[in-house]
């Protein structure tokens, strides 16, 4: 009985040609429309935390003004920090669903009607 390699592709299945696959239309604007949400995203992502960071090593005065009892403004935005981080990631999912997995799912399904056999992780 032959033994099935990871990466080597049986009789049964063609070959994928990603150059030709990366070049199609539909990939280029999967591409494009990830890009067009995580490049900004992450821009406003680093300016909110650096922010953060030269707020806490400059502005002590403000960082450290009362809000409520021992709740200070900078332990506020510090906790606001990880709310973004969350809600950013939720944003990204809801974003990816609607936006990016139909497109996804297009391109596989020519892919497989070629006779392409996807690894099941991709599915």
Avoid: C
């Avoid at 403004?73 to 609607?98: C, D, E, H």
């Avoid at 497109?103 to 099941?120: F, N, T």
């Amino acid at each position: 009985m032959a033994e099935h390699q990871p990466h080597s592709h049986p009789e049964s299945e063609a070959p994928v040609d990603f150059r030709e696959v990366q070049r199609s239309p539909q990939f280029q604007e999967l591409r494009k429309r990830q890009r067009s949400f995580i490049f900004p995203m992450a821009v406003v992502f680093l300016v909110w935390y650096f922010a953060y960071v030269l707020l806490a090593d400059y502005a002590h005065d403000f960082m450290s003004t009362p809000v409520i009892g021992n709740i200070n403004i900078g332990l506020i935005l510090g906790l606001l920090q990880f709310v973004s981080t969350f809600g950013i990631t939720m944003w990204y999912v809801s974003y990816a669903n609607r936006r990016l997995d139909p497109i996804a799912s297009e391109l596989r399904g020519e892919l497989e009607a070629k006779g392409v056999s996807l690894p099941e992780e991709t599915k």
